[in-house]
């Protein structure tokens, strides 16, 4: 996986050909936490299907609370804002807390607000999401991974028609090759990103012409 290139490729002509940037965030701050890694085997099936990924996880995303009456931003929240706007797609990976999205992702989303003036595209309008949950048990897992897809919507980015549910009581990642299910569910998501990205660059593309 790549560093994210400079600029918007949404902005800069590019085809279906091209490699479109995903960003990849979410996790939690638990050292190997099966949220961070379901965060990368989504990533890596962005990256199998010709994106560039940029990664976002655990303690990247440890942030001041969004606050929008103050326009300064830390650092970690620039670079999330920066990274925003360069992707042409994007992955959301959440631990279920107490039946919803962590408080840290959350907060992190919460910084998409500082898009809604963009030019052509506000907030994530225009680009493809993969939401992943993951809990210890499915009525969680499976109530945060809904939680993800309002606030996306509210958002404007488009669902990708696949979500992963990952039951960390059923499912450890530490050892992707123990679960094949689980990998392939993950991966796909990724997938999805990527080729709706490669739609919408084709379609902007042959808009221009």
Request: charged fraction near 20%.
């Amino acid at each position: 996986m790549r560093e994210a290139p400079p600029g918007n490729s949404q902005d800069h002509g590019r085809g279906a050909a091209v490699r479109p940037m995903v960003l990849a965030l979410g996790g939690s701050t638990r050292a190997l936490s099966t949220s961070e890694a379901a965060v990368r085997l989504a990533a890596e099936g962005a990256a199998q299907a010709g994106a560039d990924v940029h990664i976002l996880a655990g303690r990247d995303l440890m942030l001041p609370i969004y606050d929008a009456d103050n326009p300064d931003r830390a650092p970690e929240a620039e670079r999330l804002i920066t990274l925003t706007r360069q992707a042409d797609g994007l992955i959301i990976v959440s631990p279920g807390y107490h039946g919803g999205p962590s408080g840290m992702v959350k907060n992190a989303l919460d910084y998409f607000e500082d898009l809604r003036d963009d030019s052509g595209s506000p907030y994530l309008d225009g680009r493809a999401v993969g939401c992943v949950a993951v809990a210890h048990g499915w009525q969680a897992a499976v109530g945060t991974l809904h939680q993800l897809r309002q606030v996306v919507h509210a958002l404007r980015g488009w669902p990708t028609p696949f979500g992963a549910v990952v039951n960390s009581s059923e499912v450890r990642l530490d050892d992707p090759s123990a679960a094949p299910a689980a990998v392939e569910q993950l991966h796909l998501v990724g997938q999805q990103v990527v080729e709706f990205a490669r739609m919408r660059l084709a379609y902007r593309e042959g808009s221009r012409t």
